[in-house]
């Protein structure tokens, strides 16, 4: 069988109807990140600053929740298919971004909102690799799953980015900490739109038949048993927790990472960059790793540049003693940070569905992003406790664990699809 004619153009409106609605749910993930100390101002009265249930819990959820959910999420998509999986959670997504808009000035219900779109997340991210299965050939799968992750890394650039320009962000300025309502109604309205276009114009497909692929797939019990055996996936589940976890942690403490430095304005610059980086990133490296057909020597190459990255980002200040300096040089590590951690993210996404054939791809995709958001909500929470007292040492101990992961990835062995 003439393995072109299995696909159509019709994979790019796919593609491009998931990042979408992949866009929005990652800009609600990250709505207040960039802009916690005017949401303190905002909701003033309505939390404990030095409890759990803070500002950074909102992006904590979707990560406590993701475990819940993760697991269910990938039974669903595998059993029922991408068009089922990813249409329940673009429905609620819709709904709850539109609560979480009309009762912006309402934390209690905006943590409610924000559950219904934690809910709906691994619904959506978890079928990355079941849809590039499904509907690409394999020597375009990691350059598909690039452009997934592209969507995630535009959807948190523009929260780190668009909230303070909507929000009174300037203490100096009249207006701090207003203009919360303006921003979720917006973001509520385009996240409704997106899950309309997901729910019209994501379908279902049978997998592409290559060489090195078969139309075959164990249930979803048999293949998370299969995914338990492989060596190099339990390698990949210990890159996730370290190297997703860390992308997690700094993600959601962007903020606060800018005020331990000593900025004053919450800019979002230092997650702005990052995810520059990332976007950079996520086009290249995948796109190299199908050139070469070569999945582990790229993964090596990122761990190896997030390891200084981390390190710089983390000790900023002994590079100087000048404020304007050590955020540059911030600005900087954080760039580089996101090209080399978050252009891994794919590619280690589709090395796993590889390794562990013929489990599904959203089994051990959704095990590597279950692994990621555990270790993502112990450091946030960690970090953010007591107004933020551990965060330095959080930091610091963030450049160990890179050092580990970088020893880690050195065995594992290369994909059995690729180079053949």
């Known amino acids: 069988m003439n393995t072109q004619k299995e696909y159509t153009r019709y994979r790019w409106v796919v593609l491009i109807a998931f990042m979408l609605i992949n866009i929005t749910i990652q800009i609600q993930w990250l709505s207040h ?35 819940l959910f993760s697991f269910p999420a990938s039974y669903i998509i595998d059993t029922y298919g991408i068009k089922k ?15 979480k808009g009309f009762f912006a000035q309402n934390l209690q219900i905006v943590m409610v909102s924000q559950v219904g779109l934690a809910i709906a997340q691994p619904f959506i ?12 050939p394999l020597k375009e799968r990691a350059l598909a799953a690039g452009f997934a992750a592209l969507a995630q890394y535009l959807g948190i650039m523009a929260a780190m980015l668009i909230a303070p320009i909507m929000i009174g962000s300037n203490p100096n300025k009249p207006g701090y900490g207003t203009g919360f309502d303006k921003m979720l109604m917006l973001y509520g309205i385009i996240t409704a739109i997106t899950a309309v276009l997901a729910i019209l114009f994501i379908k279902d497909k049978d997998y592409i038949t290559d060489a090195n692929n078969q139309n075959y797939r164990l249930k979803f019990k048999e293949g998370l048993k299969h995914i338990f055996k492989q060596r190099d996936m339990l390698l990949t589940i210990l890159l996730f927790l370290i190297g997703l976890g860390i992308f997690n942690a700094i993600s959601a403490m962007t903020d606060s990472i800018a ?63 000048n404020i304007s300096s050590i955020y540059n040089i911030a600005l900087t590590a954080s760039f580089f940070l996101g090209f080399f951690v978050m252009s891994a993210g794919p590619i280690g996404f589709q090395y796993a569905a590889e390794v562990n054939y013929p489990a599904p791809e959203s089994t051990s995709q959704g095990l590597l992003m279950f692994s990621g958001q555990v270790t993502g909500i112990i450091f946030v929470t960690a970090m953010s406790i007591k107004n933020n007292m551990y965060l330095e040492s959080y930091l610091v101990a963030f450049v160990f664990l890179t050092a580990i992961a970088f020893v880690g990835v050195l065995f594992l062995k290369e994909s059995p699809m690729v180079g053949k």
């Open 259 to 321: 005020a331990k430095i000593g900025v004053v304005d919450s800019d979002g610059l230092i997650g702005g960059l990052m995810l520059i980086g990332g976007i950079i990133g996520a086009i290249i490296i995948p796109t190299l790793s199908d050139k070469f057909q070569k999945r582990k020597l790229f993964i090596v190459i990122c761990l190896a540049g997030m390891v200084p990255s981390v390190f710089v980002l983390s000790f900023a200040n002994i590079f100087s003693s």
């Open 33 to 67: 990140a960039a802009v916690v100390r005017p949401a303190e101002v905002f909701y003033k009265g309505q939390f404990n600053v030095n409890s759990f249930y803070n500002i950074d819990f909102l992006a904590t959820i979707y990560m406590l929740i993701f475990i």
């Open 125 to 136: 991210i978890n079928a990355v690799t079941a849809l590039t299965a499904r509907w690409f």
């Open 85 to 99: 999986g990813i249409g329940f959670g673009a429905i609620l997504a819709g709904i709850s971004a539109l609560t």
